[in-house]
């Protein structure tokens, strides 16, 4: 059992949901063994997201064996939460990923302005960002926290041992929400070079019993499932066997596939 729970088929906007589009990425989950599908388009592109075209096209005789589920990748924002619960229920939706992408107004992941780390106290970003996170967790809206620990993305590390002063009061939380972490594999591709979380995370992660997901946040049908062989190897080897699986925003337990 292989699943890519993070996919963008609409990029940052430059594409549409067409028959053809969405063939491509699922001819390619096909391609790498992957068995389950999940489109999480970024919230604010939810007028073009069509769950209806999916299920269409993935319901197609060239694609069985493969199932495709349609969640979405939602922007964390405390101010957000009332407009969030409302456009979560308005559209039949397998999953909801929680993310962090914004420190208040500084869209601190964006190319465009890593340069906000060289003029901020690092501790302080990480410790802002946890809170974030924090608030996703209790927030009660997600089934999965998306990349855990984004904040490294460009490499830029705290002094303070992050795990011990920032993640580790946030994990008992985390599994006491019932909320399921994902191995996102973007940052490989990202110069931190990293699957968030790190692998030191993912331990504990293991150890506090919480489940977890894979996605490879993949924004062009090149980039689906990449990453995902390595990121199996990880969680096999930190002690993971089952991985979880989503239909109508209700959790399913399936075995890892260890890829070679
Ligand atoms: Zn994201
Ligand atoms: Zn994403």
């Keep these: 059992m292989l699943v890519d729970y993070h996919v963008h088929a ?24 992957i068995t389950q599908i999940g489109f999480s388009e970024h919230d604010w592109f939810i007028p073009r997201i069509d769950t209806d075209k999916v299920r269409e096209v993935a319901s197609k005789p060239e694609f069985s064996g493969l199932d495709a589920r349609v969640g979405i990748e939602v922007d964390y924002k405390p ?12 559209k039949p939706y397998d999953f909801a990923i929680g993310s962090v992408h914004h420190l208040g107004e500084w869209p601190f992941d964006h190319p465009d302005h890593k340069e906000g780390f060289t003029v901020r106290d690092i501790d302080e970003v990480y410790r802002d960002y946890y809170s974030l996170i924090g ?18 993305v460009w490499g830029f590390k705290p002094t303070a041992h992050q795990e ?18 994902e191995i996102n594999t973007g940052g490989l591709r990202k110069p931190v070079k990293e699957i968030y979380p790190s692998e030191v995370l993912l331990r504990d992660l293991f150890t506090h019993n ?37 239909a109508w925003r209700k959790k399913i337990l399936y075995p890892i596939t260890r890829l070679r």
């Excluded at 957000?80 to 409302?86: C, F, G, K, L, W």
């Excluded at 997901?213 to 993971?240: F, I, M, Q, R």
Aim: hydrophobic letters at 40%.
């Design 10 to 33: 609409l990029a940052h906007g430059e594409y549409e949901y067409s028959s053809e589009w969405i063939g491509e990425y699922l001819r390619r989950a096909q391609d790498q063994n």
């Design 210 to 246: 919480i489940p977890i997901t894979l996605g490879s946040d993949a924004h062009h049908p090149d980039d689906l499932g990449s990453g995902l062989a390595e990121a199996c190897n990880t969680v096999w080897k930190v002690g993971y066997r089952t991985i979880m699986g989503f």
């Design 135 to 152: 608030r996703v967790v209790s927030s009660n809206l997600f089934d999965i926290v998306g990349h855990l620990d984004l904040i490294k």
């Design 79 to 90: 101010e957000r939460e009332a407009e969030i619960s409302a456009f979560l229920a308005q």
């Design 164 to 181: 011990n002063f920032f993640i580790k009061p946030l994990l008992h939380e985390i599994r006491s929400s019932g909320m399921v972490v």
